[in-house]
């Protein structure tokens, strides 16, 4: 898809999710979120990439709809001249000797809109979000591709007493950075998510990624832990294992979310 039809796409659905929020009667709920995430593979190649990801994160949630904004510090160890195509991305993997780099990542950008189909007899609702990857990573230090990436996705729910099922497909567009050709990807991912209570639920998924630089799909499955510790504060643990030489081995992070009061 060309440059043009990708900031179209995007551009309808900001619009559409602006004069969404326009017609939100409730106040938005503000919070902002740390984490930090280790990831670790050969990716395809013969040496091990570790990655240490930290990212920030403020989200402003209404009623139907989310805006979410990451800035991210990276840290990566791995063979010199590897390239970080981006967070969910499969690094491309270098030949040289071992080294470590380390700066901001590739900032994101996402608008989520919940209930574009809702069925509450059904207890059924579809979501959907758009997302850009701003190439804002250094591109020497082979953090980032320096191009932007458009991701579109829809979520589908069902919810089940205290189980809520989670399917979601979506199609991610690459930017194509100087001397490398990166194809688009397709992306799915099912599970489910119990609440043992009000503060505390668990989750599993399982992720496939189509390969951007022609090798084997991503195949990954996680485990997450999130209980709220206050009225205020959330605290989520997560584990992953990765079944095919496209993706990391094994990764595992810890993220810390605090609710701020209202505006109003």
Known sequence: MKSVQKSLLLGGLIL???VTAAEQDDDPRFSISAGAEYTTGTYGGDADIEDFYVPIKATMDFR???FRLTVPYLSVRAPEGTVITGPGGEPIPGTGDIVTNSGIGDVIGSITLHDVIQNRRLGFAMDLTGKVKFGTADVDKGLGTGENDFTVQAD???FADRVTWVGSIGYRFRGQPPGATLDDALLASAG???KFS???????F?????SSIGADPTQELSIF????VSADWRLQAFVFRGFTDSGADWGAGLQIKRYLPSLR
Request: net charge positive.
């Open 192 to 194: 489910g998510i119990y």
């Open 206 to 210: 399982f992720d496939y990624r189509e």
């Open 156 to 158: 589908f729910l069902k």
């Open 16 to 18: 559409f999710a602006g």
């Open 225 to 228: 832990l999130s209980n709220r």
């Open 198 to 204: 009000g503060d505390t639920r668990a989750g599993m």
């Open 64 to 66: 139907r709809l989310s």
